[in-house]
């Protein structure tokens, strides 16, 4: 039997309750005022009538920024990219034709409670609603994650669903964040998926070692060590300024415990619409030891629209960047389209 393992001494959940909850304290906290970032953003997309999104799109989607992540902001910068991705602009407030709320399909992927399954051998799991940040970009920020499991013992019948399927050869730990699930909770889940013999490998699709590092616990290593079925950690950093500190040391510990490490990273206007932004990425992930994976075009989803490049620019960006990275380095420029096999590849010829 596998060691039991025991759950860490909270730090992290601690670091959670204490995370930013408001636009005015973030902006405050780093020296910023509402119309100073008014003016600043002023020329690059309009903010109207006020800088910050309703208190409707507020209630639905609220800001939350753990002090890690704030504290790798510039002090006074309203062009931060860090602060870019977190800050809700009155942008979110408006319609555009195209974006919509569930833009990836992921409804008519739902094969059970919890369970979607888009492509042939895999299936994901929305393990949990619940985040440590609020990206403004998120791609399921409208997702009904009330309707899915919330305790383990609702689990069972997709547990079951997927040991019956023996065409599903990996399963994908998502939602939300699946490392919101605390030690206890994300081993029984483990386990249990860890006795289907023909689950090979368990992926687990993350931001909590990016924006909420102290989750990198003893425990988690010692979990992703113990499984029979190979772990492949899939976190998710949009900028090199992200990569420091106490987050650098998280990655690092978790690309040196002896599973793959790869990063996904949305292209966003704003944070890192350029080559430079680009390559100083990818550099930054391979000297952590992280392997850069996908760079994804936005996806449309309702209220993001300010934060999209035109896949014109990206496809110069990634043809520029092919000229600047080993080929290891140079992360698949892609979109998902709902109802294709897999991801294209970016250009869709
Ligand atoms: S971490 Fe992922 S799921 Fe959570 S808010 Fe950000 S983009 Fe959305």
């Known amino acids: 039997m596998p060691e039991t393992v025991q759950e860490s001494a909270g730090h992290w959940q601690r670091d959670l309750a204490n995370a930013v909850r408001s636009a005015d304290v973030l902006l405050e906290r780093l020296g910023l005022t509402a119309e100073q970032f008014q003016s600043a953003a002023t020329g690059t997309h309009r903010l109207a009538p006020g800088p910050f999104a309703s208190e409707e799109t507020l209630r639905q989607f609220p800001v939350l920024v753990p002090e890690s992540f ?4 510039v002090h006074g910068d309203p062009a931060d ?10 942008d979110e407030d408006q319609t555009a034709d195209g974006f919509v709320s569930d833009a ?31 990206c403004r970009y998120c791609f399921r920020r409208d997702y009904p994650y009330v309707d899915e499991p919330r305790r383990l013992e609702e689990w ?3 547990i079951a669903l997927i040991a019956e399927d023996t065409s599903i050869h990996e399963v994908i730990l998502s939602g939300g964040d699946p490392l919101m699930l605390n030690d206890g909770r994300l081993e029984t889940l ?6 289907i013999e023909h689950i090979e490998r368990i992926r687990f699709h993350t931001r909590l070692p990016i924006v909420l590092p102290s989750r990198v616990t003893d425990g988690l290593i010692r979990l992703l060590q113990s499984l029979r079925a190979q772990p492949i950690v899939v976190v998710h950093s949009n900028h090199a300024s992200e990569l420091m500190s106490d987050c650098a040391e998280a990655v690092k510990r978790l690309s040196r415990s002896g599973f793959p490490v790869l990063n996904q990273a949305v292209l966003l206007r704003g944070v890192n619409d350029s080559v430079e932004a680009q390559e100083a990425l990818s550099r930054r992930l391979l000297q952590l030891g992280v392997m850069p994976y996908y760079l994804h075009q936005l996806d449309r989803v309702s209220g993001t629209r300010h934060f999209e490049v035109p ?10 960047l092919r000229e600047v990275l080993p080929g290891y380095g ?15 590849e970016l250009p869709d010829e």
Do not use: F, N, W
Request: glycine fraction near 8%; charged fraction near 25%.
């Open 190 to 195: 483990c386990r249990q998926l860890d006795q």
């Open 311 to 320: 896949e014109a620019d990206g496809l110069e960006i990634h043809r520029r």
């Open 70 to 73: 704030l504290r790798r902001m």
């Open 104 to 134: 990836v399909g992921d409804l008519q992927a739902r094969r059970g409670p919890g369970v979607l399954q888009k492509y042939a051998g895999r299936v994901l799991l929305i393990t949990t609603g619940a985040c440590a940040i609020h």
């Open 81 to 90: 990219p860090l602060l870019r991705q977190v800050l809700p602009l009155s």
């Open 156 to 158: 069972s019948s997709s």
């Open 330 to 344: 140079v992360p698949r420029y892609v979109r998902e389209i709902p109802g294709r096999k897999s991801k294209t």
